[in-house]
Nanobody, 115 residues
Framework: QVHFVESGGGLVQPGGSLRLSCVAS????????MNWYRRAPGNEREFVAR???????DYSDFARGRFIISRDNLKNMLYLQMNNLKPEDTGEYYC?????????WGQGTQVAVSS
């Protein structure tokens, strides 16, 4: 059964950094591309970053240059290093496979950027 557990969120001042983690289970992690998503208060869930099974990455415009996605296939872990955080980065962050797979969502991890 596919399962994701996100962690690492918190309250940070503008310009600060956070590193999010995601533990994945229930599927052969190393064979799948993985995404980070987020949902800001009152908004729809949106794509943040992607890493293929081979390690190629892609970012949304707002994440490019500030966020870094990475993975550890030995530990079934996905990471998102977020730097120079802005108030508009506030929201719930989720990891998952590509949306077309229809896998269940984890509980997410809350990020709040505020002075």
């Amino acid at each position: 059964q596919v399962h994701f557990v996100e962690s690492g969120g918190g309250l940070v001042q503008p310009g600060g950094s956070l590193r999010l983690s995601c533990v994945a289970s229930g599927f052969p992690f190393s064979q799948y591309g993985m995404n980070w998503y987020r949902r800001a208060p009152g908004n729809e869930r949106e794509f943040v970053a992607r890493i293929t099974n081979r390690g190629s990455t892609d970012y949304s415009d707002f994440a490019r240059g500030r966020f870094i996605i990475s993975r550890d296939n030995l530990k079934n872990m996905l990471y998102l290093q977020m730097n120079n955080l802005k108030p508009e980065d506030t929201g719930e962050y989720y990891c998952n496979g590509y949306e077309s797979l229809g896998w269940p969502w984890g509980q997410g991890t809350q990020v709040a950027v505020s002075s």
